[in-house]
């Protein structure tokens, strides 16, 4: 199983950054144990962090061309405005989890509306750096189940 982390504007300053929101850990640590926590179940892991929206829409476009299997994503503040990231997703056509450290639906009410969620397999949000744990466990554990869905010919009219 091949799986991409996707982290959004300002998430390179984690450790630094509102530590109220976001806690201490620096995001080299939150992805080196998420990288080791996927193998440790049988995956690997892709971790790409931009500022940018158009290299953002341009890591998930190489998606496409790689077996990737699913994608983590906390595009932060893009959540709530790009649709060209919206778009991305939807082109690659793989299934993916939202996540934010922060819970979104307890800050100002821009934070609360996504532009990817209703696309998304789920979302976690609120759980500092544990969010990425339980968006990785979450995204595992319904690639496994819809590909033994698939294999068994569940939903698919049998
Ligand atoms: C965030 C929440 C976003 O609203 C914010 O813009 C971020 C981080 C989070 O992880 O809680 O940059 O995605």
Avoid: W
Avoid at 65 to 86: F, K, M, P, W
Avoid at 109 to 129: H, T, Y
Wanted: proline share 3%; hydrophobic share 40%.
């Amino acid at each position: 199983m091949n799986l991409l982390l996707i982290n959004g504007p300002n998430l390179n300053l984690l450790g630094k950054r509102e530590p109220i929101f976001y806690g201490s850990a620096k995001l080299e640590a939150i992805e080196a144990d998420l990288r080791r926590e996927a193998r440790q179940r049988g995956a690997r892991l892709d971790c790409f962090q931009s500022n940018s929206e158009g290299a953002l829409v341009d890591r998930i476009q190489a998606a496409l061309e790689e077996q990737c299997d699913g994608v983590l994503i906390n595009a932060g503040a893009y959540t709530h405005t790009s649709i060209a990231i919206r778009d991305a997703l939807l082109a690659i056509a793989l299934p993916f989890v939202e996540l934010h450290m922060s819970n979104v639906y307890s800050r100002e009410p821009f934070r609360q509306r996504s532009l990817l969620v209703d696309c998304a397999v789920g979302v976690v949000s609120g759980f500092g750096a544990l969010s990425y744990s339980l968006a990785l466990e979450g995204l595992l554990q319904y690639l496994r189940t819809s590909d033994a869905k698939i294999k068994s010919g569940y939903g698919l009219g049998s």
